[in-house]
Structure formats: structure tokens, C-alpha cells
């Protein structure tokens, strides 16, 4: 059959790209540091750290792991915020051609314990604020050595002791722990400079991440990245902003957390090889805290999330920063609202674009062109190298416009997830492409559009309702800041539409939210139900979490 893929590109981008040049993302990160050693590579808590220092330190957390026996293929997990230690531990993993386990910070000691069991993890660097669950679990794993590090640790002596006092004492934000035989981080540096590093062969085929998803399946699963899948991606992406950036030049701010896979990929990989600064965020739900920080440096490139978005733009002092230096402002992580994209562009003058991608594409496999004046509604093409397919439920691709499931083929794609055949088969069909089991279409110009997940579909009297459709109608009244949507049962209709509030006009009433959407939605998808709230509960990148409300009813 034919697959519904683009056949022009954008002016400047290949149909295809090869990483024939890139033998692993050791020799991409290497290429890096040579080129700009002496620019300015990360910024964290207004301490510098220049390219050739980040080649020095990384080298030496290498030469810690291996002065420890671990090998090639071995499991190190990284349980830490935007801190410089990140950077260090990821690229100085990989050069000692161990696996990186990505570990949200804010995990439970239960969800703790599943990745590094499952992952067979035998080593962790992990921040002194969470080593506390790590306490309780470690028992129970493969892991023996421990690296735990304070907030402060590379912010030299001075601003660290300061920050370290705040964040024990002042916010107390370090619970109890004891892990006998933990080490501080500056430490285990100074035993791989004493050890020394030895080069490690790698291929496009090595792993370089498990990580972790809830994926199209199932639990949460590792989702195997080899050095080719990044190593691929990181190459198209580059491919689709070379006509818009300058290398050495660009300025990137990076709130979302670099564990996560569009930070990682994006800012952390793609933005290195052009020997961009990347301003690291530690705490991006501290929005004041962010504003003020944003505003020290000259910004051309932030990427986010919708609720990021729409979180900075309902703080009065963001509108008062620069922002003549801006000239990227990308999306991703779920779907960006048309009135939160104008919004944005109305502030900053900047178009709001959507990208695509999950976990398992490494993750970018659309992205909307760079120069484009403002939002669209797409997620944009897909990139070099890759086939979109629009499938039934019966895998049979689906004409232009018609809804289906969008299916992703392409080198970024991932090896499978870890130990998981069942599930890794389940993932893909015959011919290779990925089920992503999201929901959406191509346009006739080969524009893709996200319409929803699959599995948060409302089903009201036998139609279809995709939540996204409803949260954006609801969050276009002005006395709305946040939204989501998700299907209750119901004895007349099987399933009713119930929408959460989070009110920007507490004078706001549920009947003047309801009449809204009639002017804005057909019958069987205006909200039968609605409950305000204070908050919404999030992901780590911060994500509604519609499954979260659906458990609460």
C-alpha cells in the first residue's frame, strides 16, 4: 500500500539524512567539545560551565565508573533535577559505554524500586533531596555504588554552601536518609581523575537509554535507545533548525527536566552539537523563580509544554522581559492550545510551534517549519527520514483527512522495550511502523494533525470525543486558566463529558461555562459535568494527568 508521507521538505531540509559520520553520541559530544571548548555549555544557579570543563569532568565520572569493573552495557541510573551533575553523569556514562536509566526525581518508592529492578541498575546518581526514598528501596535492588549529591555541589563554595544551607535548613526540603555507603559527587570525580579513563567502543546498535514510559502498552517499560536511535534523531532535528540558528550563537532555556526525552534529545543533544548555552531550570514550577532568571540572559530558543506556556503567560511579570532576542519557541509533550499559542505570540512576538514525538522515536518525528509566522493547529511534518501512516484498527491506512492512528517508521525509532518481547511486538506492526496510539490525520499538504490519545476517547451515545477538542473550547473563555476533560459513565448516553476547572475568575459559574460551550461544540460533546479545582495533577514535564482524575471519579 502507499504511505501517506511528505514528499517535499521545508527549504533547507534533506528528505533524508545518514549518520554514517556519527558512529555514536560519545563521538557527536566529543566533536562538541573540541569545537567549543572554551564557550559557555550550561548555566545553572548563575555558575558557568564552559564546554572544555564539561569534556574534563565527564571524562572523569567515566574513569569513576570503571574503576568500579563496570562494563559496557551496564545500567546507571541518573535520579536528578536540571542540575549541572546531570550533564556530567549522562555524558560521562556513556563514555564509560554504560546504559543511562533516566529516574524521575519525584518518583515513589514503589515506582522507584520497578525501574531499578527492572532495569538491573547497578549504580545511581541521585540528589540529597530524594535520597530518602532511595533509602527505602535499595535493599531490594542490583544497586551497589551510590553517588549522592547536594543541590549546591558544583555551584563552587560559596554560592554551593549557601544554596545547600537553604535547601536543608531554610526550605528543609532533605528528608532523613542513610545509605552507609554513598559518596558525594566531587568525590567519585576525584577517583576517576586518580583512575583514569579508557575509550570504549560503540555502534549505532549499543544502548545508550532505557527509558522509561508508560508507552502505547501497559506498565512502565524501559524503552531501549541505541546510539544510532538518538544519534539519528539529534541529525534530523538538526537538519530542520539549521536554516533558523546560528552555531555558536543560539541561547537555549531549559525547563523541562533534562531526564525527560524531548530535553534530553532537544535541548541537551541538539543544542550541544551547535555549541549553543543552555540555561538549566531546576525547579520550573517555581514560575516567579523562572521569570527571573529568564530575564539575566539573552534568549533565542525555548522549548515547553502547553501548561508551561499558559503557566508563564499568567505571570504579570513575564510580559515585562526582552524578547528581541527570541526566534524559537517550540512545543511538544501534548497538544498546544490555539488560544494559548496566541496568547504567547501576542506577548512575545514569537509563533508558538508544535513538534511531535514519544518516547519511543526518540522522540521527534514531526515538527512544523521554523520560519512559520504563527500557530497552525498542526504537529507539524515529518522529519527527515521518516513515514507517518494514518491506520484503522484494523492496521489499513486511512486516505488524507480521514481519522486513524498514527503510526511512525524511521532510524530514530526505538530497538524495543527491555526484556519485554511481548510487549515490543504488540508496539509495532508487520512492516515496522510503531503504533503511537495517538489519534490524528494528514491534511492534503502532509501536515499532521493530533487529535487525541486512543485510550482517552469519550464515548457518548456511540460518537466519538476526543478531550483535547473540549479542553481547547473550554480554555478559549477568558476567565479560565486551566482545563481537562475526561468521560464519566452515564445510565442515559454510556459516557458524559466532565471537565476541571482551574479558574482564572473565581467569579466564573458552571452554567457560564457550559453556555460557552454551546456557542463552540456540537450536543454530545458539551460538558455534562463540572468541578472546579485549585490545582491539576501533573506529570514530571507537567502534563494533566487526565488517568489521575479519572481514578479520583
Known sequence: MDKIWLKSYPPGVPPEISIDHVPSLVALFDKACATYADKVAYISMDKTMTYGQLDAESHAFAGWLQSLGLKKGDRVALMMPNLLQYPVALFGTLRAGCVVVNCNPLYTPRELEHQLKDSGAVAIVIVENFAHTLDQIIAHTAVKHVVVTPMGEMLGALKGTIVNFVVRHVKKLVPAWNLPTAINFKTALAAGRRHGWKSVPLDHDDIAFLQYTGGTTGVSKGAMLTHGNIAANVMQAHAWIKPVVRD??????????????FALTANCLTFLMIGARNLLIANPRDIPGFVKEWAKYPVTV????????????????????????????????????????????????NALLQAYGLTETSPAATINPLDMKQFNGAIGLPISSTEVSIRDDYGNEVPPTQVGEIC???????????QRPDETELAFYGDGFLRTGDVGYVDPQGYVFLVDRKKDMILVSGFNVYPNEVEEAVAMHPGVRDVAAIGVADEHSGEAVKIFVVRKDPTVTEKALIEHCRGLLTGYKIPKHVEFRDDLPRTNVGKILRRALKEQG
Open 408 to 418: 511512525i517508521r524511521g532510524p530514530q525509532v526505538m530497538k524495543g522495550y527491555w
Open 302 to 349: 525555548v522549548t515547553g509544554v502547553n501548561t508551561l506556556f499558559n503557566a508563564l503567560l499568567n505571570n504579570p511579570d513575564f510580559a515585562k522581559l526582552d524578547f528581541s532576542t527570541m526566534n524559537v519557541t517550540l512545543g511538544g509533550g501534548m497538544a498546544v492550545q490555539g488560544p494559548v499559542a496566541d496568547h504567547w505570540q501576542k506577548v512575545t512576538g
Open 248 to 261: 555558536g550563537e543560539e541561547f537555549i532555556i531549559t525547563a523541562l527536566p533534562l531526564y525527560h526525552i
